[in-house]
């Protein structure tokens, strides 16, 4: 005789349910604010300019025109000589800073950091005003012109540095110690250390800043749009397209032939991410530095050398944007600062930015930090969790150019029901969310992941809410983290240039976008000054992040410590 056993399967709980519907509602979210654009910009390059079907004509036409292919040659060209140059420099200056004895270390670190604050047009400015045709050593150039390769790449060197520099010193700064000292123990000499221990614990962080680079140096208009001269690019050629020839549909296919490079690189990065494994043990000992003179001279002079570069240059676009009239008139004024006498909008693009940026920042750290805790903490759902975590990497391959084009071709479509947002201020907020929202996912997801799952069962065993241990305990916990993504959106939307060059209007104007379009009616000095604006707010608000840090985040975070 056999007893049957009666089933206790239980339903899904209340908080499953919220938590399932709120993953729905982001991966629609996502879908209309990444994937959809992106495929009404795939849609728009099989059309003619009428908006018939033509196939791949479009396509043909475009590799059969030796100056467009061209263009795609000379991005591949320019991205591959920037990203050796960049990364060799980065991987010494990150080394000086994590394995050399270095003097006020904290002083090398932040200048690495000033471009991060600059939109990319600065160093071109810049560099007009030290080799252009009127500009201080030009003599140097030896007949040559500052306008074209040369340029592009010592401007996307610049723009480029910090962002390989900031990915080395972390992949730099996890080390074992016990490697080192085993091989000194076997005598093995300085340099075969560094060739067998150094740099293959150093490779992952290698591929991924050239991979980095890359992407960023062959997806930016800004440098090459103000020192690029009569070389063609791709993102140039987009820009063409649209706003010069009205055509939308070539300009379409420029835009995925400029997504195909970016996207590569990005899966191969994704590739290797997955090939990496710890370095840093629970056993291991850090590294931690032993003063060395020589070595740490070195280190030293090759800091300052690079710092020194890089101050130069935003050090020449300040001073440009104090002068009267380059080069006959050097004296100082503030004439450059009046805005209005160059630009209709006159401060008010500044504002504009301002505005935008506290707005991508506010609802982009909501949606962001928000959108990582549903994709974290809701059980199974494997599907839509899974679409959610491809819209949310996407934009990691997507350039700026290509998701504002495509934000043209969907939100302006005839019927849609989103169109009110088209040429306002909502629009930019949304579109530069999107673009910089893979980093803000993946700062938030790692912060969460971090929390012991034992809070939520402490909760739900006391029949607390989620919503409410979500308000009382993990946001609290990951402040410092949210407010980090806050920080990261607040920069890149008062620097971004190609996101958003396709979707202002005369009343939402930006002023990353209002110093190009200075800099093209052959005021370059007020456009470095409207740059150099930009960079004393990105970097004031940074300065107040890290002194909330230091005081009041210190004093909130006090639990952490025993």
């Known amino acids: 005789m056999s007893l049957a056993v009666p089933s206790t399967k239980v339903g899904l709980s209340r908080d499953d349910l919220v938590m399932r519907g709120g993953v729905v509602l982001l991966a629609a979210l996502l879908l209309v604010i990444v994937g959809l654009p992106l495929w009404a910009l795939l849609a728009k390059g099989f059309e003619d300019r009428d908006g018939k079907f033509v196939g791949l004509a479009n396509y043909v036409s475009y590799f059969s025109t030796p100056a467009l292919f061209n263009s795609a040659l000379n991005s591949l060209h320019v991205a591959a000589v920037s990203t050796v140059i960049v990364v060799p420099l980065a991987f010494l200056y990150a080394y000086a800073l994590t394995r050399t004895v270095l003097p006020m270390r904290w002083l090398f670190q932040g200048v690495a950091l000033i471009p991060i604050f600059a939109p990319s047009l600065l160093p071109g400015l810049a560099l007009i005003y030290l080799f252009g045709t009127q500009g201080f050593f030009k003599a140097l150039l030896g007949g040559g012109s500052i306008y074209g390769f040369d340029g592009i790449v010592i401007a996307q060197v610049f723009y480029c540095f910090p962002h390989a520099t900031l990915i080395l010193v972390t992949a730099l700064a996890t080390a074992d110690a016990r490697l080192y000292e085993a091989a000194d123990a076997l005598g093995a000499s300085k340099l075969r250390v560094f060739f067998t221990v150094t740099l293959p614990g150093a490779k992952y962080g290698l591929i991924s800043a050239a991979l980095v680079v890359f992407t960023l140096v062959i997806t930016d208009f800004g440098i090459a749009k103000v020192i690029g001269g009569n070389f063609n690019v791709l993102a140039t050629d987009v820009y063409k397209q649209v706003i010069g020839q009205q055509n939308f549909s070539m300009g379409a296919v420029v835009g995925m032939v400029l997504l195909a490079p970016a996207a590569l690189a990005f899966v191969v990065d994704r590739l290797v991410q997955r090939k990496q494994v710890a370095l840093l043990t629970a056993r291991a000992v850090p590294l931690v530095p032993k003063p060395k003179p020589g070595r740490d001279f070195l280190a030293t002079l090759f800091c300052t050398v690079v710092s020194l570069g890089i101050l130069a240059i935003l050090g020449m676009a300040i001073w440009g944007s104090l002068i009267k009239y380059w080069p006959y008139n050097l004296s100082l004024t503030l004439d450059n600062y009046d805005f209005a006498k160059f630009d209709a909008n ?197 300065v107040a992040h890290l002194l909330a840090d230091r005081f009041l985040l210190d004093r909130l975070q006090a639990w952490r410590r025993r």
């Open 346 to 542: 006159g401060w008010d693009s500044y504002w504009n930015s301002v505005e935008m940026a506290v707005g991508a920042a506010l609802f982009g750290t909501a949606l962001m930090f928000t959108g990582a805790w549903l994709t974290e903490k809701t059980r199974d759902f494997h599907l839509v969790r899974g679409v959610v975590q491809l819209l949310a990497f996407l934009p990691m391959a997507v350039p700026g150019l290509v998701l504002g084009l495509g934000y043209i071709f969907f939100f302006n479509a005839p019927g849609n029901p989103l169109g009110f947002l088209y040429a306002t201020m909502g629009i930019l907020v949304v579109n530069t969310v999107a673009h910089f929202y893979t980093v803000g996912h993946l700062t938030a997801t790692t912060a969460l992941k971090q929390i012991d799952p034992e809070f939520e069962s402490v909760s739900a065993s006391l029949k607390v809410p989620i919503w409410r241990t979500f308000t009382r305990v993990t946001t609290p916990i990951c402040l410092p983290s949210i407010l980090d993504i806050a920080i990261y959106l607040f920069v890149n939307a008062m620097t971004t240039v190609s996101s958003v060059i396709f979707l202002y209007s005369p009343d939402t104007k930006l002023a990353s976008v209002a110093a190009v379009n200075i800099e093209e009616a052959g005021t370059t000095a007020a456009a470095a000054a409207l740059c150099v604006v930009i960079v004393l707010t990105s970097a004031a608000v940074k």
